[in-house]
Structures are given as structure tokens and as C-alpha cells.
């Protein structure tokens, strides 16, 4: 009897996990919050699964996690939507103008900023790494003239390799209360959220920088107070229904949509989802560029390419896909004058 209790249990659970997966995206009254930064809100990043949690269980439920980047694990059901990239500056997605594709394919309402560290880290000097965030910001603004932006105070460093990396954050980290007072505004107000302040490397951090358990309980912690207080008042953007091209072979389709473009780049995002009555184990896309466009970053997917001729087969986590159940993964990618939408292809 306990060896059926248990086989119950972990189907029940494993049910409760596939039926989230594959469940379909928040309603379009949902209030979409994005977490930015790098690894820190990004690989796993699992202080995103605490709030997440914790905001569902004091009835905070009419909201959505956006991001182009998937789920990276942690353990527990979550909307693990982000947008944190792992080694990135703030001041190369500043420079290179990333920001804007990733908020034309996710329409956030509120931004969680955790940025600065990697620039810390390479010793680029406090106003130029508030400059940058002042160019991501004006970018949201043109996103969602009333974004709500929390900013963090980023934890503390200290690591092996970087022995001012400490000073260094304390110089950053108290330059920017002043920044985002001037900064913001009535209409898109921006909140200073003190992550440094208790956060100790040696308890919590796993090697000087990246938070452990208990450094993710403190992160979640910080930032729940105020990511309650921006909730209120938001006024969610509508849901715009994309235009898509979806193909039909075999027991799967591939459906394209352009999430966004600007001066020689834009993102696309593939939607596979399983339209046979068997499960999938794998699945390929392909297609065909018309102007040359080349892929040059993508997530979701493993790529391999030869001239215009694109291919992506599944990652290990999502290649697994019941009847009528869907992934999506995404790309960025350059062009030069026209960019003709492709046609994907699924098997």
C-alpha cells in the first residue's frame, strides 16, 4: 500500500508539473513583471521561484514573469520567465541596443533590475555603468511610458580572482540613489531596492558572487515589498495578438513570429507544438532565410546552420511534448534591408 501511495503521489505531482508547463500564458488583464540582470536573475536565479511563490500565496495570482529566456530549474513550480543573462554588462546591452527586442516581445509593466555586476567586476567606473542604465531606462519608457522600475543595490562581491571587487560594488551601489532620484519620474517612478544591505558572501554566496540558498531568500525577501507596492495602480498593457506563418509536417507545427526588430537585428520566436495524438520524444525545425539573415544568439534550441539553411532540434529539457502541448524558443538574429519572414518546418 505505501509503494502505490507513493507511485500515486509522484504521478499526481509529476501530472501537477506537466499540466503548468503546458498550461497557457497568463490572462491579458495579468500584470507582466520582468526580472533583468545577468546570472544572478538568470542561472537558475532561483530567488525568482521564492517571490514568485510567495506572491501566489498572499494573493498576488493576476501576474506574469516575462522574459525571453526559459525556466534554468530550481526545484519548485514557477513562472521562470526572464531575463537574466548570464557574463552580460549593462553597458554592452546598452551599447548594443539589446533591450529594446526583449521588451517588444514581452510588453513588461514592471522591471526588476539586478545589473551592474559584471561591470563591476571589469572595473568600469560607476557613472558609466549609471549611464547605461539611464539608456535602459529611456528604453522602457519608450516600451511603457508608465513602467515601474525597481532597482537593485546589487549584493555584495568578493570574489577570489578581484580583491577590490568589494570596494568596487560599495562605490557602485552608492552612487545610485542619487542617479535614480533624478531619474525618475511621476508617471514612471523608479525605487531604489537595497539588496547589499545583510547580505553576507561568506554565508550567502557559493563562491563570493552568486547567491546560495539562503542568499536567494534574502534576494526574494528584498524585493517582495517593493514589487507589491509598484503592483499597485498598474494598468497592464493589452495582449496584441502577432502575426504568424505556421506550417504544417508531420505530427508537429513550427509557427513563426518576428517578437521584434530594429537597425540590422530583431528577434523571432518559433512556437513547436505537437499536433498528433502521440507523445513526442524530439522534434526539428527548419528553414530557410531569403536575405541573408544570419542567427547569431539563441535559447531553447540547440542551432546548426549552413548558409541561409537553418536547423534547431530541441534542448534535453524540451523536447518532450504530450498531444496538443506546445514550447517555444527564440532567437536573435542580423539582417541587411529586407528580413522576409521564414517558414519553419517541424518533424
Same mark, same amino acid.
Given at each position: 500500500?505505501?509503494?502505490?501511495?507513493?507511485?500515486?503521489?509522484?504521478?499526481?505531482?509529476?501530472?501537477?508539473?506537466?499540466?503548468?508547463?503546458?498550461?497557457?500564458?497568463?490572462?491579458a488583464a495579468a500584470i507582466r513583471i520582468m526580472p533583468l540582470g545577468d546570472s544572478i536573475t538568470g542561472s537558475p536565479g532561483c530567488w525568482r521561484?521564492?517571490?514568485?511563490?510567495?506572491?501566489?500565496?498572499?494573493?498576488?495570482?493576476?501576474?506574469?514573469?516575462?522574459?525571453?529566456?526559459? *525556466?534554468?530549474?530550481?526545484?519548485?513550480?514557477?513562472?521562470?520567465?526572464?531575463?537574466?543573462?548570464?557574463?552580460?554588462?549593462?553597458?554592452?546591452?546598452?551599447?548594443?541596443?539589446?533591450?529594446?527586442?526583449?521588451?517588444?516581445?514581452?510588453?513588461?509593466?514592471?522591471?526588476?533590475?539586478?545589473?551592474?555586476?559584471?561591470?563591476?567586476?571589469?572595473?568600469?567606473? *560607476?557613472?558609466?555603468?549609471?549611464?547605461?542604465?539611464?539608456?535602459?531606462?529611456?528604453?522602457?519608457?519608450?516600451?511603457?511610458?508608465?513602467?515601474?522600475?525597481?532597482?537593485?543595490?546589487?549584493? *555584495?562581491?568578493?570574489?577570489?580572482?578581484?580583491?577590490?571587487?568589494?570596494?568596487?560594488?560599495?562605490?557602485?551601489?552608492?552612487?545610485?540613489?542619487?542617479?535614480?532620484?533624478?531619474?525618475?519620474?511621476?508617471?514612471?517612478?523608479?525605487?531604489?531596492?537595497?539588496?547589499?544591505?545583510?547580505?553576507?558572501?561568506?554565508?550567502?554566496?557559493?563562491?563570493?558572487?552568486?547567491?546560495n540558498a539562503a542568499g536567494d531568500q534574502k534576494m526574494s525577501d528584498k524585493w517582495y515589498p517593493a514589487l507589491v507596492n509598484a503592483l499597485s495602480g498598474v494598468t497592464p498593457t493589452?495582449?496584441?495578438?502577432?502575426?504568424?506563418?505556421?506550417?504544417?509536417?508531420?505530427?508537429?507545427?513550427?509557427?513563426?513570429?518576428?517578437?521584434?526588430?530594429?537597425?540590422?537585428?530583431?528577434?523571432?520566436?518559433?512556437?513547436?507544438?505537437?499536433?498528433?495524438?502521440?507523445?513526442?520524444?524530439?522534434?526539428?525545425?527548419?528553414?530557410?532565410?531569403?536575405?541573408?539573415?544570419?542567427?547569431?544568439?539563441?535559447?531553447?534550441?540547440?542551432?546548426?546552420?549552413?548558409? *541561409?539553411?537553418?536547423?534547431?532540434?530541441?534542448?534535453?529539457?524540451?523536447?518532450?511534448?504530450?498531444?496538443?502541448?506546445?514550447?517555444?524558443?527564440?532567437?536573435?538574429?542580423?539582417?541587411?534591408?529586407?528580413?522576409?519572414?521564414?517558414?519553419?518546418?517541424?518533424?
Open positions: 500500500m505505501r509503494k502505490t501511495s507513493g507511485a500515486l503521489a509522484a504521478f499526481l505531482a509529476l501530472a501537477a508539473v506537466v499540466m503548468y508547463l503546458t498550461a497557457t500564458p497568463a490572462s521561484a521564492l517571490l514568485w511563490n510567495k506572491l501566489q500565496s498572499t494573493g498576488y495570482t493576476d501576474i506574469d514573469f516575462v522574459g525571453t529566456l526559459p *525556466p534554468q530549474g530550481c526545484g519548485v513550480a514557477h513562472d521562470g520567465d526572464n531575463e537574466g543573462h548570464g557574463g552580460y554588462l549593462a553597458t554592452n546591452v546598452a551599447n548594443q541596443n539589446l533591450l529594446p527586442g526583449w521588451l517588444s516581445a514581452t510588453r513588461p509593466d514592471v522591471v526588476m533590475m539586478h545589473f551592474g555586476t559584471n561591470d563591476v567586476w571589469s572595473n568600469i567606473p *560607476p557613472a558609466t555603468i549609471l549611464g547605461a542604465l539611464t539608456t535602459l531606462v529611456n528604453q522602457m519608457r519608450a516600451s511603457n511610458p508608465a513602467m515601474k522600475i525597481l532597482v537593485a543595490k546589487i549584493i *555584495p562581491m568578493n570574489p577570489s580572482s578581484c580583491a577590490e571587487c568589494g570596494q568596487r560594488t560599495v562605490n557602485f551601489n552608492n552612487a545610485i540613489p542619487a542617479w535614480a532620484s533624478s531619474t525618475s519620474t511621476a508617471q514612471s517612478p523608479i525605487t531604489v531596492v537595497d539588496q547589499w544591505t545583510g547580505f553576507n558572501t561568506a554565508s550567502d554566496t557559493y563562491d563570493g558572487v552568486h547567491p493589452p495582449t496584441v495578438t502577432p502575426t504568424v506563418t505556421p506550417t504544417t509536417e508531420g505530427g508537429c507545427t513550427a509557427t513563426y513570429r518576428n517578437a521584434g526588430q530594429w537597425q540590422g537585428g530583431f528577434q523571432g520566436e518559433v512556437t513547436v507544438k505537437n499536433t498528433g495524438t502521440a507523445p513526442m520524444s524530439g522534434w526539428t525545425v527548419r528553414w530557410t532565410f531569403a536575405n541573408g539573415q544570419q542567427v547569431t544568439q539563441i535559447w531553447g534550441g540547440t542551432l546548426s546552420a549552413s548558409g *541561409p539553411n537553418v536547423t534547431v532540434r530541441n534542448e534535453s529539457w524540451n523536447g518532450s511534448l504530450a498531444p496538443g502541448a506546445s514550447t517555444t524558443f527564440g532567437f536573435l538574429a542580423s539582417y541587411s534591408g529586407t528580413n522576409t519572414a521564414p517558414s519553419p518546418t517541424c518533424s
